[in-house]
């Protein structure tokens, strides 16, 4: 994560709040996993239902409220994100007001426009994206992991050991989608640079009669951003998969440890079930 981000005004203030919401959230997480496992234990010793309505009535509340807080967490990102990219884009536009047209020049006349149009609305998109997950990741996976080794040693350790290696592969191809989509980002600048001079000079290109060939320049250019932007999303692809793959294989194995012991009739707190 990039430290001039935090730079931002009302980023700090923005994320104290995600960090609060997101405590609440993962109680309420916690808490409905608790009611939860401690109904399926009573049916499953075929206890009645009527038994448990307290706890079924708490877990339905606490699933309400956890994504009545996940609700409200998007909207107050959403609209922190929209507010701070239009102060973004008037800080560039004066800026780019105040340098004149020689900056333009330099800069090329697609890059300003990139940067201003597109460039903006994904820095947005990308606040809306990230602060999010930022705040999840740094609270929830401590909250659970700290409870489950408060209740069960052994399943803590399995996560504990299959969480890092998950974080370093995630690292991994973190920094090859970062340099995937720093070479997509280039390849769109060039694209978009390429646009703009072939309609500026579009009369020109009629006149000499290359309007037809300068077409193939145009595929080529277009092509090149095709295979970047591929490129870009089979490393995406790929993070997924290892994320899935490695969060289902710590459950899994969670799991097994689990039902090894439940069938020697222990529980997690090595505790007799009842018969």
């Given at each position: 994560?990039?430290?001039?981000?935090?730079?931002?005004?009302?980023?700090k203030?923005?994320?104290?709040?995600?960090v609060?919401?997101?405590?609440?959230?993962?109680?309420a997480?916690?808490?409905?996993?608790?009611?939860?496992?401690?109904v399926?234990?009573?049916?499953?010793?075929?206890?009645?239902?009527?038994d448990?309505?307290?706890?079924?009535?708490?877990?339905?509340?606490?699933?309400?409220?956890?994504?009545?807080?996940?609700?409200?967490?998007?909207?107050?990102?959403?609209?922190?994100?929209?507010?701070t990219?239009?102060?973004?884009?008037r800080?560039?536009l004066?800026?780019?007001?105040h340098?004149?047209?020689?900056?333009?020049?330099k800069?090329g006349?697609?890059?300003?426009?990139?940067?201003?149009?597109?460039?903006?609305?994904?820095?947005?998109q990308?606040?809306?994206?990230?602060?999010?997950?930022?705040a999840?990741?740094?609270?929830?996976?401590?909250?659970?992991?700290?409870?489950?080794?408060?209740?069960?040693?052994?399943?803590?350790?399995v996560?504990?050991?299959?969480?890092?290696?998950?974080?370093?592969?995630?690292?991994?191809?973190?920094?090859?989608?970062?340099?995937?989509?720093?070479?997509q980002?280039s390849?769109?600048?060039?694209?978009s640079n390429?646009?703009?001079?072939s309609?500026?000079?579009?009369?020109?290109?009629?006149?000499?009669?290359?309007?037809?060939?300068?077409?193939?320049?145009?595929?080529?250019?277009s092509?090149?951003?095709?295979?970047s932007?591929?490129?870009?999303?089979?490393?995406?692809?790929?993070?997924s998969?290892?994320?899935?793959?490695?969060?289902?294989?710590?459950?899994?194995?969670?799991?097994?440890?689990?039902?090894?012991?439940?069938?020697?009739?222990?529980?997690?707190?090595?505790?007799?079930?009842?018969?």
């Open positions: 994560m990039d430290r001039e981000l935090f730079r931002e005004r009302g980023m203030r923005m994320t104290a709040v995600l609060g919401l997101t405590i609440l959230q993962g109680l997480i916690i808490y409905q996993a608790v009611l939860l496992s401690a399926i234990a009573h049916l499953f010793q075929k206890g009645a239902v009527e448990v309505l307290v706890e079924i009535a708490g877990f339905g509340f606490c699933f309400i409220l956890r994504h009545l807080i996940h609700g409200f967490k998007d909207q107050a990102v959403y609209h922190f994100a929209s507010k990219s239009k102060e973004l884009r800080e560039v004066e800026n780019l007001f340098l004149g047209p020689p900056a333009a020049r800069l006349t697609g890059n300003v426009v990139t940067l201003v149009i597109e460039g903006v609305t994904q820095f947005r990308y606040l809306v994206l990230f602060l999010p997950k930022m999840n990741m740094a609270v929830l996976p401590a909250m659970i992991g700290f409870y489950i080794l408060f209740k069960d040693l052994t399943s803590a350790v996560l504990f050991v299959t969480i890092p290696v998950l974080v370093g592969f995630m690292i991994l191809l973190g920094l090859a989608a970062k340099k995937k989509s720093d070479k980002w390849m769109y600048k060039v694209l390429h646009f703009v001079d309609l500026r000079g579009l009369e020109t290109l009629k006149y000499l009669g290359l309007s037809r060939s300068h077409t193939e320049k145009i595929n080529t250019v092509e090149r951003y095709r295979t932007t591929m490129g870009t999303l089979r490393v995406a692809f790929l993070s998969f290892a994320m899935d793959f490695f969060t289902m294989l710590s459950v899994a194995t969670v799991a097994v440890f689990l039902g090894l012991r439940l069938v020697n009739g222990r529980s997690c707190l090595n505790l007799r079930l009842r018969s």
